[in-house]
């Protein structure tokens, strides 16, 4: 059974910075993605990356900020996160998919994480 496990979320102060992990167990995917939930609000897409090619994309709220990499020899998708504002105060989750073209699509992706919240402060 595919877990995707999530680290690094916590409080930090708003222009502060949190570097999230997620570890896809047993396998590698096509693409891994970050998406994050407010209270209140939908669930939205912040970051992806395609494994082999490593190309990346990321939403216009976060460009500039967040880095989405990958470690191949760990298996391990990193999203840092720069700069952080109290908007960006969420549940992150990590995701996976095995194909697809819309990176921003939730619906896309076959495996989710658990999701670890990020507080920004004032």
């Known amino acids: 059974q595919v877990q995707l496990v999530e680290s690094g979320g916590g409080l930090v102060q708003a222009g502060g910075s949190l570097r999230l992990s997620c570890a896809p167990s047993?396998?590698?995917?096509?693409?891994m993605g970050w998406f994050r939930q407010a209270p209140g609000k939908e669930r939205e897409f912040v970051a992806a990356?395609?494994?082999?090619?490593?190309?990346?994309y990321y939403a216009d709220s976060v460009k500039g900020r967040f880095t989405i990499s990958r470690d191949n020899a760990k298996n391990t998708v990193y999203l840092q996160m720069n700069s952080l504002k109290p908007e960006d105060t969420a549940v992150y989750f990590c995701?996976?998919?095995?194909?697809?073209?819309?990176?921003?699509?939730?619906?896309?992706?076959?495996?989710w994480g658990q999701g670890t919240q990020v507080t920004v402060s004032s």
């Open positions: 990356i395609i494994w082999s090619s490593t190309s990346t």
């Open positions: 995701a996976a998919r095995n194909g697809g073209l819309d990176n921003a699509r939730a619906k896309n992706y076959d495996y």
């Open positions: 047993g396998r590698t995917f096509y693409a």
